[in-house]
């Protein structure tokens, strides 16, 4: 057996955090390939090395003098190093990351080495062997990820390595340029090497012990999920929950390899697990609860409009070349509701509705702004009769006015539309009649 295991930010910040990681990964033989971030924050104030390194990089691409703001980043590298004990040098790394900085050698270069200083750490704190990210994860030209290139180059390297640290969150154009993944993107990069390794697990190890039922700023001492499926999962990461990079998913998805969501500073939890499928029953009717604030709504009205052929395409149409992205569209036999994210829209919003009058031709367009949209997501759903009716009573118990419902014909989730002031109210309520009373 065989398993990758990846290790955010906070639980990399310092010397201590390092230990905690290689009693995990010694404590285990089969977890045979790491994945680190770059270091995160050791306090509240502190700030972490990839933001460091973006402000570094800004001094030298004005002409500015960076040496001093890098020297602050070499300090929390040597402060692992030497609070490890290890004999490792990072003068020579420094001294060509200097050169490259002077050479403006871009922004992604400047936050992907972050992963590459923390690899190089992590690899001797280990004795594993070091695999350099450019050289197996590979983009294209235009700075798309290449799935298949990287899959085939990765799991030929990997065959090689019986253990290994390959750096998250960056890889190679083929001319050598230095790309990243969007933020948080080592999730992504732990997930495509355990498809490539064909790993029996992936665990991503945090500073949570898992995903909650809903966001713990919300709610004090949320309840746990045990078992989460990659679609109940995709549904919530989509609406906000930010355990994991959403597009993390995928790869292992492909191969159905589970994930394992854990804690850094508590081991021995058992966290969150990830599958494709599962006899496992939810402890609740609903898995979690998520949510955004930000968006509006336009609401279009025609008489006769669901007898009119063409009439959505036009509409959406509009919203297309615009550039804007639609989130949910309720309809009715008169009435479309289009669900766009607020600062998209309203910098449009006059040209977007000249276009709809025009090529539409509706009698009415009303637009409504500050909404929230509230995500219940969970595979009992399906089985459970009267969910909706529940999540509609304990609104209206709790004075919340729901401006629109969404349903997918999977039954997997309900999309509730609510007033921006209104969120945190309307989460609380759900999550005290599904999981509280448990009704």
Partial sequence: MSKVVKFGGSSLASAEQFRKVGDIVRS???RRYVVPSAPGKRFDKDSKVTDMLYACYELAEAGKDFREALEAIRARYREIVSGLELSVDLDGEFGIIEKNFQAKAGRDYAASRGEYLNGIIMAAYLDFEFVDAAEVIRFDGNGSFNAEETNRVLAERLGACRYAVIPGFYGAKPDGEVKTFSRGGSDITGSIVAKAVLADVYENWTDVSGFFVTDPRIIENARGIDVITYRELRELSYMGAGVLHEESIFPVRQENIPINIRNTNSPDDNGTWIVGSTCQKSKYVITGIAGKKGFCSINI????????????RKV????????????HVPSGIDTMTVFVHQDEFMHKEQKVVASLYRTAKPDTIEIESDLALIAVVGRGMKATRGTAGRIFSALSHANVNVKMIDQGSSELNIIIGVANDDFETAIKAIYDIFVLTNL
């Fill in 316 to 327: 959406l149409q509009t919203f297309e070349e615009n550039g804007i992205s639609f989130e």
């Fill in 301 to 312: 009205e025609k008489d006769k409009m669901n007898s009119e052929i063409g009439f959505g």
């Fill in 28 to 30: 285990d033989a089969e």
